[in-house]
């Protein structure tokens, strides 16, 4: 098995504190910034900041979906999920810059092995980057009402 990456970024015009806030927002700001790919999306514990525990299914392509259970860890400059059904862990790790806050996306988790392995590493972060890419788009426009 390899260890599969995928990583997306932008620059959100706010700055970092609020992002923060609005990342680790489970309850009102996540199912607001939640695109398509995500569906069956609910907070099982907490909501707000760590010890939030999430529920989603995250659709990578029409007929690969993953059934997430994502345990939340917040510290100063992120937030990470760790997903209890698999090895999938997603960093959004936040930085002052100078238009607002650079957002950082990365999700990385252990690939099969194989030729399968082999079109999972190189295809599969490119779907996944998408889909972030989306998901940040609307946290800008989130927090920039």
Do not use: C
């Not at 299914?57 to 259970?69: G, I, M, N, P, Q």
């Amino acid at each position: 098995m390899a260890q599969v990456t995928a990583v997306a970024e932008a620059i959100v015009p706010a700055a970092p504190a609020l992002v923060l806030e609005a990342l680790a927002d489970y309850r009102e700001a996540r199912p607001a910034i939640l695109t398509p790919a995500y569906t069956e999306y609910q907070v099982v514990e907490g909501g707000v900041g760590a010890g939030t525990v999430a529920s989603w299914h995250l659709h990578a392509t029409e007929k690969r979906v993953r059934e997430v259970v994502a345990d939340v860890v917040v510290t100063s400059d992120s937030v990470v999920e760790t997903d209890r059904n698999s090895s999938m862990v997603t960093t959004f790790t936040v930085a002052a810059a100078d238009a607002g806050t650079t957002v950082t996306v990365t999700t990385t988790w252990n690939g099969a092995g194989g030729v399968g392995g082999f079109f999972e590493k190189t295809f599969a972060p490119l779907g996944l980057r998408r889909i972030h890419g989306e998901l940040l788009a609307n946290l800008s426009s989130y927090v920039a009402r």
